[in-house]
Each structure stands twice: as structure tokens, then as C-alpha cells.
């Protein structure tokens, strides 16, 4: 007791020994985070930028000031991908949160066997993205998928028709399989907002005579709206970024049917060679990533302020 | 406001009966509160009132109509919930108007019935404010304006006050009590809190393991305990039970002597009571004072100001509690002497029945 009351009365805890002052004390202790972030982030994205304005390729660099960017921005190609891109994520995003959220009421409500149902929605989540991806390539597959074969026999297609040969129905094709992959945690994370909900609160709006439609637009959409935003934003984030669901399935094809910003990165620096030109994309993708972020900051705060969460 | 009357409410979970068949007939514009350990069935039995529960077997009145099969909204209650069960993201003003946009009322009378309940609670000032950004007295004040403004047959409370510290708790019993006199409602009102039950009720339900141990005024229960466990459990600190043997009884009343040694002739019933037979004394502290009788080694003194209680072994070992008065020459380690008046006295049987008193204050219903 007396110990407690000593130290108590000291003030501030003195952590400057060996004649460290407490400022270089912190530092010190968030040295090996910061060595660690500036090996692994800061030097190959400050890479990435002087890339940016080099010819980079094979046979070696020379500065060309801003003539990548110039040539991207000019191009019409370029546009025509980025405004894929942004049709691709809203269009998954949507999905994915509005089944996220049936799902998750569906998990939450009380029926039977309902820890079995919260399970069994897992496996698209847990399973390696690329096994998933080759059960949905046998899906599509024109000659023996099942797709095709339900069309062919109920009449609604002639022959055998090979979804990701056509680059409509292979750009929808990978965004339903990107949603396929994408729903189970947007639905977990719903799942976990709504049991977050006090139950008083229900029995509460139940006892005043509110309808289940009722007490799920009063109650519960306000209470998980921050995680909705969260997931809103960190998915669309994520989304814009998918890559290896696209290029298992079409490569960016077909006719770059399927390339959005990021695939198009790849397949400029990587699939051609042209790192300086590919990490003049990368830098356009970071900036495009950083607006999200600052919205998304922007946005969660405002939420979380309108709905009373501290 | 109505009447409520509880007809043989049964209620089991699993294999687990938890009331076993309550009747209760309570009055219009009563106060009265469920009160009783944890688990003895006080918040099933509200909520089966509410209808948030459903009773197994029998019926709920309220007013003359049988609402045991109703929807909660539809049997004229309102609810203030322990936790008070605000909406975090719905202003205070919101909050009260919520069961009324339930109702689909014009924005009009609205207005008005938000602006009269937060009058009524003082909380006409608070109106924009989200409910995080109040005190726990305030909110408990936002969950009673929300439960006013139905305009309900009867007010249930489930435990409110007992999120609210020491000091609030006692304002806001005031404030209860104030209420229940500007609204002339019928209200039930369930705690563990057995100075919420004295202060606030016209009647108290005393409940034990899904039982009513006893039905009756504040004072009724206090002189006239029907049980050991309510006699035990109504009054602070809680009553003495001191062992003793019976020695005979005649008109005067039962003569007892305790382990101790001590003889006394208590006025009350004996009933069967046989020279041998073992009872219970039960003396509340209050009713102690010091003198010649029992003895007590005192162990642990707390002098409150205006009373000490004293803490004590009694000559048999067992443990025995007196309030003295607050500036009685008494040291902890001492022994002293404690006597009662007899007719203060209860006694309880071998199966904690208590025997009539002849000389207990003549009640009021």
C-alpha cells in the first residue's frame, strides 16, 4: 500500500534512465516498427515513383522526366480501363454488401441449426482464392460446365456457350465470382455488428409495437452503420485492388474485356517488361487509393458522430 | 389505468419450473413492487406482464381483459428496462417520441406529448442531446419519459435504478414516488433492493424461488413477516434469528430459553409448540439495546453518526448484529449485554413459520 501511494504521488513515470529523455525513449521503442515500414513500405513505393519517370525495361533506364504519365493520360485506352475499374467495384461492392447484409440478418435471426448455417457460409472465404477460382473456371467453361449445360438443356441457348470467351459475360462472370469470394466476411462482420446490438433495445421498440421491418431500419441498420461504412470502404478498397480472381479466370481478357487498373499494371510491367511504365500506373493507383482513404477517414467519422458512437 | 390481476402464472425453462403458480390481484393506481433474491422469478414474472415472455400456464388481466395471448403493444403496459434501452443513435427528444412514431402519430401531437413528458422529468433542456451525452439519472429519466408518453394502463420497471450510484438512487426513489402521485397509475416496480421495496410501495410482492412468500404493505411485511425468509429478508440491517428451546407455554405467550442461558416469555401464538421443541428468535437489530439478557462479544463496531452497529459473537456462537445508539460506550473485544422488549420479539418454527404476535402494531392494509 504504501509503495502504491509513493509512486502514485511521483507524477509521471520517469522512464529516462541511462540519460535517455523520454521523447528519444519512444522513439527508441518504435525504431523497430519504423525500420520495418520503411525497408518493406516507404522504399519500394519512393522505388516505385522514380520508376515512374524512367523508360525502365530489360535493357536498362534512362529519365524521361514525365513522359509516362503523359502518355497515360492521354491515352483513350487508359480511361476506358479506369472507368471499368470503378464500374467493377461499385458494382461488386454493392453486391457484396446487400448480400452481406440478408446473409447476416438471415445467420442472426433465431432458427434452428443456425451455428451449422454460420459455418457452412464460410468455405468461399476460407478456401485458397485460386482453387475457388478453378471450381468457378469449371462453371463457365462452355463444353462441360454446369452453366452452360443447364442453358443448353432448358433451351436458353443453342449450343455450348463459353461465358468467358465474351467480354460482357466475362467481365460480369468474375464479378460474380469476386462477390462469391468477397460476401462471407462482409457477412461475418454484419453478423458480429448485429449481435453487438443490445437486445433491450428490440424488446424495448417490441413493447412500444414495432414490427420485426420496423425495429430492423430504426435499430438495427443505425447500429451496425459504422461497420457498414467500414466494410463499404475497406471493400471497395480491396475490390479495386483484386487481381488474382481476374487473372485466373481471364487474364484481363477477353480483348482486355476484364483488365482493370490493376491487372493492366501487371500486365504492363510484368507481362511487357515496361516497369517504368507500369509503376507510372502504380503511382496513379496509390493516389486513387489515397483519396479513398482520406474519404473513407472522413466518411467514418461523420457516421460515427451521427450515430452517437464515441 | 387498471387493475392487474395474475391468475396461477406458471413458468418453466427446459426442465426447470421457475414460478409455481403466482396469484396476485393488484389494484388500480397501485405502487407495488416484486421484490427478492436473484433468481427467485420477480423479472420473469415482469416480463411475462409485458408480454416478452410468455407464461406456461395461466392468465394476465388488466383492466377486466385477458391479455395472457396479446402482443406487448397491445396490453395497455410500457416498460423501463434495467438498462434503460435508449437508442444511442436517436436523439433524447427521438427517444421519447419513438413508441409514438411507432403509432404513426402526426408530427403535431408528437410535439406535444414530448414536450409535456419532458416537463413532467425536467428534460426539456436535453432534448437535442444523443443519450450518451447524459448522466445515468438522465437517461433513467429519458427510458420513464419514452414509457409516459404511451399513456399506458400500467407501468412496469425492471430493476431501474440499480445502474444508478448510492446517491442518485435515493433522488430518484423521491422522483419515483413523485411520479406515481402526479400520474395516478397503476405501476409494478421490481428490485433486489428491499429499501426500494419499503420506500416507494403501497404493497410489496416478497418473491422465493418462484414463490410468493408473502403479499403485503411495507409495514405489514416488517411486523408481521409471514415467512423466516421474509422476516430475514425485509429490514437493514437484516433480523436476528437466535436459537432456543422451547420450556412451556400458557396465556402470557411461549417460554423459551436460549443456548445462551437467557430465559424470556415471548407474546405470541404457540400453536403446537411442545416444551423441547426447537425454535428461531428473530430480533432485528433495531429492537436491541443494551441491558441484561444476551450476551455479545463484540467483534466489529460501525458507528454511522447517528447509530453504531455492532457485530458480535452471541454466548452460543452464533452471530448477532444490534444498532445501538450512535455514541454508545462500547469498544470492539468487549462483551456487553443486550436486551429487547419480548413483545418485539418473532419466533419461528423448525420449518420457518412464524407464530402470531399478540402485541404487534395494529396495521393498515
Request: with cysteine; charged share 20%; hydrophobic share 50%.
Amino acid at each position: 500500500m504504501a509503495g502504491n501511494t509513493e509512486s502514485n504521488g511521483a507524477g509521471p513515470v520517469k522512464v529516462a534512465r541511462r540519460g535517455l529523455s523520454e521523447g528519444a525513449f519512444a522513439w527508441l521503442l518504435v525504431a523497430p516498427a519504423m525500420a520495418f515500414i520503411a525497408v518493406i513500405v516507404a522504399w519500394p513505393l519512393l522505388e516505385t515513383v522514380r520508376l515512374s519517370f524512367t523508360n525502365a525495361d530489360l535493357g536498362g533506364e534512362e529519365w524521361v522526366g514525365l513522359a509516362n504519365y503523359e502518355k497515360l493520360l492521354g491515352s483513350a485506352k487508359f480511361f476506358e480501363i479506369i472507368l471499368r475499374t470503378f464500374w467493377w467495384m461499385f458494382l461488386s461492392v454493392s453486391l457484396k454488401l446487400v448480400l452481406g447484409l440478408v446473409g447476416a440478418t438471415l445467420l442472426n435471426a433465431a432458427i434452428p441449426g443456425r451455428a451449422l448455417f454460420r459455418v457452412l457460409i464460410m468455405p468461399p472465404w476460407v478456401i485458397p482464392v485460386a482453387i475457388g477460382c478453378i471450381g468457378w473456371l469449371w462453371l463457365y467453361n462452355g463444353y462441360f460446365g454446369l452453366i452452360s449445360g443447364v442453358a443448353m438443356r432448358t433451351g436458353l441457348t443453342d449450343g455450348p456457350f463459353e461465358i468467358l470467351a465474351y467480354k460482357t459475360s466475362a467481365f460480369y462472370a468474375a464479378i460474380v465470382t469476386d462477390v462469391w469470394v468477397g460476401t462471407p466476411m462482409v457477412s461475418l462482420f454484419f453478423l458480429a455488428a448485429m449481435q453487438g446490438v443490445n437486445r433491450d433495445l428490440y424488446e424495448a421498440a417490441w413493447v412500444d409495437g414495432a414490427g420485426r421491418w420496423y425495429r430492423f431500419r430504426r435499430i438495427t441498420l443505425p447500429q451496425i452503420m459504422p461497420v457498414m461504412v467500414s466494410m463499404a470502404l475497406l471493400s471497395a478498397i480491396w475490390t479495386f485492388n483484386s487481381f488474382e480472381i481476374i487473372w485466373i479466370l481471364t487474364q484481363g481478357g477477353p480483348r482486355g474485356g476484364t483488365t482493370t487498373m490493376i491487372v493492366d499494371t501487371y500486365k504492363t510491367a510484368i507481362g511487357n517488361f515496361k516497369f517504368g511504365e507500369g509503376a507510372a500506373r502504380a503511382v496513379v493507383i496509390v493516389v486513387l487509393l489515397a483519396v479513398f482513404s482520406l474519404i473513407y477517414l472522413r466518411v467514418l467519422s461523420a457516421v460515427n458522430k451521427r450515430y452517437g458512437v464515441k | 389505468m387498471a387493475t392487474l390481476d395474475l391468475q396461477n402464472i406458471t413458468k418453466t425453462f427446459g426442465a426447470a419450473k421457475v414460478l409455481h403458480g403466482i396469484d396476485l390481484a393488484i389494484r388500480d393506481k397501485e405502487f407495488v413492487v416484486f421484490v427478492g433474491p436473484s433468481g427467485c422469478g420477480k423479472s420473469t414474472l415482469l416480463r411475462i406482464i409485458a408480454g416478452l415472455d410468455e407464461a406456461s400456464s395461466g392468465r394476465i388481466v388488466i383492466g377486466g381483459q385477458d391479455v395472457s395471448h396479446a402482443a406487448p403493444v397491445d396490453r395497455g403496459i410500457s416498460m423501463v428496462f434495467q438498462s434503460y434501452a435508449l437508442y444511442p443513435h436517436l436523439s433524447v427528444y427521438e427517444n421519447i417520441a419513438f413508441p409514438l412514431r411507432v403509432a404513426g402519430l402526426p408530427e403535431a401531437e408528437v410535439k406535444a406529448k414530448v414536450g409535456r413528458a419532458a416537463d413532467i422529468l425536467q428534460l426539456t433542456e436535453k432534448l437535442q442531446l444523443k443519450p450518451g451525452q447524459l448522466s445515468g439519472g438522465q437517461r433513467q429519466r429519458v427510458a420513464i419519459g419514452r414509457s409516459i408518453v404511451r399513456n399506458p394502463r400500467v407501468f412496469l420497471f425492471d430493476e431501474p435504478l440499480s445502474n444508478l450510484d448510492a446517491a442518485l438512487r435515493g433522488d430518484m426513489r423521491v422522483e419515483l414516488s413523485q411520479l406515481h402521485r402526479d400520474l395516478s397509475a397503476t405501476m409494478v416496480y421490481v428490485t433486489h433492493d428491499q429499501v426500494e421495496a419499503m420506500t416507494m410501495a403501497h404493497r410489496i410482492v416478497v418473491l422465493n424461488k418462484g414463490r410468493v412468500e408473502q403479499f403485503g404493505s411495507p409495514m405489514e411485511l416488517y411486523h408481521h413477516p409471514a415467512t423466516r425468509f421474509v422476516a430475514t429478508f425485509i429490514g437493514q440491517p437484516n433480523m436476528n434469528l437466535v436459537p432456543a428451546t422451547v420450556l412451556g407455554s400458557d396465556a402470557a405467550g411461549l417460554a423459551v430459553e436460549f443456548d445462551g442461558g437467557h430465559r424470556v416469555v415471548l407474546p405470541v401464538e404457540p400453536g403446537n409448540a411442545k416444551p423441547g421443541d426447537r425454535v428461531e428468535v428473530g430480533l432485528r437489530p433495531e429492537n436491541l439495546r443494551q441491558g441484561e439478557g444476551l450476551s455479545l462479544r463484540l467483534r466489529v463496531l460501525e458507528r454511522l453518526g447517528g447509530v453504531a452497529i455492532v457485530h458480535g459473537q452471541s454466548a452460543d456462537g452464533g452471530r448477532i448484529c444490534a444498532s445501538l445508539a450512535g455514541d454508545a460506550a462500547v469498544t470492539e473485544g468487549e462483551t456487553i449485554g443486550l436486551s429487547f422488549n419480548p413483545a418485539d420479539a418473532h419466533v419461528f418454527d423448525a420449518e420457518g413459520r412464524v407464530m402470531r404476535r399478540r402485541q404487534a402494531p395494529a396495521l393498515a392494509a
